[in-house]
């Protein structure tokens, strides 16, 4: 999105989707790394973390951050 909005061409446009795509795919394939290397963490973690757009608001405090204090 920020390459279409810095350089609005016929090219960034049209790449938009196929990197919308390319870059979904990438972050399944690496969430399945993370799950097979990290396992039950992981699993913890994407529970409470969004894939792509954070949450607004104040962040709820998490076991493994109460623990760290």
Do not use: C, H, N
Not at 19 to 27: E, N, S
């Amino acid at each position: 999105l920020g390459f279409l909005l810095q350089w609005p061409t016929l090219l960034t446009l049209v790449m938009f989707p196929v990197l919308l795509v390319m870059y979904g795919r990438l972050a399944l394939t690496e969430e399945a790394e993370m799950r097979a290397q990290f396992g039950e963490a992981f699993e913890r973690y994407a529970q409470r973390t969004p894939r792509f757009i954070p949450r607004m608001g104040k962040a709820e405090p998490t076991a493994d951050s109460v623990s760290k204090r």
